[in-house]
């Protein structure tokens, strides 16, 4: 009988649903009986608000106050545990979903099912547990319950984690982050830019900052727009239409300024990201796991700006990529502009950065995972 696996994510930013699918794919061509479910759909409203509405919130009006509770919680503290009551207490939905559908295993791309779905097996249910740590560091929510197995990005979370949690000793593969196998590049950048209508001749970068849209977008499109090196800029806003709104008619004015011509999109499909991504020489953003993850695969470095980066979680993930040559890091407009002329001027840089992306990219990370689970007695 085909194993039933159950991917629970949380609609927390586009990152964990985007691991969710890439794993569900490799699953489902492998024969499995998969579904993918929203954890935050089995809350009650005002949780579902406060968690999801309450962190893109924070991340978009006050990134320092939430890199404060993200450092605060990431060790065994009163918020710790009080967050740990609130993720057991109202996700309990759960328990009657789970226990009709009867999975053998259930894979987490995000920490919030853990407590209610430890309270389950101690109850008696049967399940296999796996988690997959969709960032380099492993912080203490994801390390809560006791799962069968961790999928961790690299060997350094592995180490990590296991100095936090030594009881994971043997339960840890490196694996790196499940990404869509639409992110693997099957032709070159140049014809990637005639399918889309852009100047195969031309540099061209991405300016993104994940689902949510947030940070200095406007400072930085009219940096772009006021380069004097030809240039082409794809900008895909996320779900923050306002932003695009805002946008668009800041661009209306810029119209043929300069020498870089710029693009705007919205929230887009991953399909359309990764051609977004193969277009492009390099991204202009904030290295969250699944984009650092993708880019990567996408043989795509990246340029961080540190204003658009959420404090906490994604400043290991620009250290890790500014270690191994596939990321510069720009504290500053001005440092952003220094770098800009660099990667757009000097092909040997680009060149040698796409490729060191490419030898820390992990494009089999889904399989890797699927194998694991469907290999499992």
């Known amino acids: 009988m085909n194993k039933r696996i159950l991917i629970l994510h949380a609609s927390t930013g586009n990152g964990h649903r985007s691991a969710a ?18 954890t935050l759909t089995y809350a009650p409203k005002g949780f579902r608000l406060w968690y999801a509405g309450g962190y893109e919130a924070l991340v978009r009006r006050a990134p320092r106050l939430w890199g404060f509770l993200y450092r605060d919680s990431d060790r065994v503290s009163a918020s710790f ?7 057991l207490r109202f996700v309990s939905r759960l328990d009657a979903m789970i226990t009709d559908w009867k999975p053998d295993w259930v894979v987490c791309t995000h920490s ?47 180490k990590r984690l296991l100095e936090r949690l030594p009881s994971a000793v043997g339960k840890t593969l490196v694996t790196g982050i499940p990404v869509h196998s639409a992110f693997v590049r099957k032709h070159t ?3 990637v830019r005639l399918a889309k209508n852009l100047d195969p001749a031309v540099p061209t ?22 380069l004097p090196i030809p240039a082409q800029v794809i900008v ?12 668009a008619a800041r661009l209306a004015l810029l119209h043929n300024v300069g020498k870089v011509r710029i693009s705007l999109q919205g929230h887009v499909s991953q399909g359309e990201m ?19 993850s993708e880019c990567m695969v996408a043989g795509c470095p990246m340029l961080i700006y540190s204003p658009f980066m959420i404090p906490g979680q994604e400043e290991q993930n620009a250290e ?43 494009p089999h990370a889904a399989e890797e995972i699927a194998e694991a689970i469907l290999s499992s007695s």
């Not at 489902?28 to 998969?34: C, W």
Request: aromatic fraction near 6%; charged fraction near 25%.
């Open 21 to 38: 699918l890439a794993l569900e794919a490799v699953l489902k061509e492998r024969g499995a009986d998969v579904r993918v479910e929203d």
């Open 205 to 226: 970068l991405l300016l993104t900052a994940g689902g949510i849209g947030a940070g200095p977008f406007m400072e930085v499109m009219e940096l772009l727009a006021a």
């Open 274 to 292: 990764a051609s977004c991504m193969h277009a492009s020489d390099f991204v202009v953003g904030k290295p969250g796991g699944l984009t650092s």
């Open 81 to 87: 545990r009080f967050q740990t009551q609130l993720d």
């Open 112 to 158: 919030l099912p853990q407590p209610r779905l430890t309270l389950l097996r101690e109850r008696g249910l049967k399940f296999h547990l796996g988690v997959v740590v969709t960032d380099l560091h492993p912080q203490w929510m994801w390390l809560r319950g006791d799962p069968d197995c961790f999928f961790v990005p690299e060997a350094w979370t592995e």
């Open 236 to 247: 895909v806003c996320g779900r923050n239409q306002s932003l695009q709104d805002r946008l």
């Open 189 to 191: 950048r140049e014809e």
């Open 320 to 362: 890790a990529l500014v270690e191994n040559g596939a990321g510069l890091l720009a504290q500053d407009m001005v440092s952003l502009s220094e770098y800009l002329v660099r990667l757009l001027t000097d092909a040997d840089l680009r060149a040698q950065m796409q490729a060191k992306a490419l030898a820390i990219a992990h």
